[in-house]
């Protein structure tokens, strides 16, 4: 789904919304039409992610320290008001297959890096690997479908830091793969996304972070 068939939608349901649903949505909706618009991948990710994060709005305290349990919350959340099974065919129908390439690349693993920067061992960073391994491959086997898409987001945040905080090469060939298959992912996961909030206004999603404050 595009943005124009969500924005489309957006009128005509705004009015349910309150102020936050509102704002997350607006914004969302916001970076997935820039990231439409670009023509690189690296730009289409980054903004992808924004995209993610304005609805997702979690405070940038918690998503440094505790991404993990956050992203599992809020994924958890749209599984089950996911009355459509969009999150599942998305992930079992479309990606399953590009999805097991992404988990078996040791670039996206936090923990590569963290041996590369001195701050574990060889043997911890291979050995976390392989339980991670274990652990996508229990969620692909079981069809854990919040499971799977919240250690997919895992991944996928560290290609958003080595994008943003100036880890990588814009258009570099070292992270192409990687950029291609999150590109993928996330511009029909944010629009899903997108649409469950849309279709449960009276979910309690939480303020939008950064609210508008008057000059």
Not at 1 to 22: D, I, P, S, W
Not at 94 to 108: G, M, P, T
């Amino acid at each position: 789904m595009k943005y124009h068939t969500l924005k489309q939608q957006q009128r005509q349901v705004r009015g349910e919304f309150c102020e936050g649903l509102a704002l997350r949505v607006h914004r969302a909706l916001s970076w997935l039409d820039k990231s439409e618009k670009c023509e690189d991948k690296d730009s289409q990710f980054i903004f992808l992610w924004i995209a993610f994060n304005a609805a997702y709005a979690q405070d940038t305290e918690v998503l440094r320290h505790t991404e993990s349990e956050a992203f599992s919350k809020f994924i958890n959340k749209l599984v089950n008001l996911d009355t459509h099974n969009q999150i599942y065919n998305l992930l079992w129908s479309e990606f399953s297959s590009s999805i097991r390439v992404l988990l078996a690349n040791k670039f996206v693993f936090q923990p590569f890096w963290d041996f590369h920067n001195g701050k574990i061992t060889e043997v911890e960073w291979q050995t976390r690997f392989t339980k991670a391994k274990v652990a996508a491959n229990h969620a692909l086997a079981n069809k854990s479908t919040d499971a799977l898409a919240s250690i997919i987001l895992q991944r996928l945040y560290t290609l958003r830091n080595q994008l943003v905080h100036g880890g990588a090469t814009w258009q570099s060939s070292a992270n192409r793969d990687q950029i291609r298959d999150g590109v993928m992912f996330l511009s029909q996961l944010v629009p899903i996304i997108i649409t469950i909030m849309m279709d449960h206004p009276k979910e309690l999603w939480g303020d939008a972070n950064y609210p508008v404050v008057p000059i």
